[in-house]
């Protein structure tokens, strides 16, 4: 599932009464779309939690716990590789947000439990809580390092995340002076079909701020704020 971009950028267009391309420049346009699709992606995790706090219904097709989640899913990356070096040091594979750590002790799959820095010396040095194989232990050195404990794990440690969605562009090539759709070189939205209309909305919105035209903004807006009173009915 995905959003074809040349279809929002013309349908911006087309709402704007931008037909020339006079005013929100193919460079622009990126740096719009780029920006609204992660306000969408990132709202989705906000959502979620609001939500999840909320009894859902029986209705596979209208629970927005489930719809929500759908949506998150296709961005969900299970058992990626941890690189490990001497030492329990890892390096972990570019991420949004970082789910749960495995390591593959003796052939089965054991949660590697995160743990704070300030927490580290009470565990190590406790006996009811020395890491194990059976139980090993991580914390962050950095947003992309971990050190493991035990530290003779030096392979064998994967990783869940949730994936950032792909850069979008719309490409395009200069004939007769006029900037034509290249489908080979540009990359659509990764969000959910059904993202599209918010997509046109929230690109409007940006660029009626750039613009500095309230009548789009207004558009935008409004927009927005239906959508936003139909999920909460």
Known sequence: MSVNIDTVYQRVLNIANKEQRGYITPQEFNLFANQAQMDIFEQYFYDLNQFSRIPGNDSTYSDMTDLLQEKIDVFEKFRQTVTMSSGGVGTLPT???MGELYYLNSGNYVEVEKLQQNELHHYINSPLTTPSLSLPIYVN????????????????????????????????????????????????????????????????????????DPNMYQIASTEDQKSLQQEKQ
């Open 95 to 97: 991420y949004y947000r």
């Open 141 to 212: 050195t950095s947003s992309s390092a971990i050190q493991v404990y035990p530290i003779t794990i030096t392979s064998g440690v994967t990783c869940n995340y949730i994936s950032r969605p792909a850069t979008v562009k719309w490409a395009y090539t200069v004939v007769f002076e006029q900037a034509m759709y290249n489908a080979n070189n540009s990359v659509n939205f990764e969000l959910h079909d059904s993202e599209e209309t918010e997509l046109v909305m929230k690109i409007l919105s940006l660029a009626g701020v750039m613009l500095k």
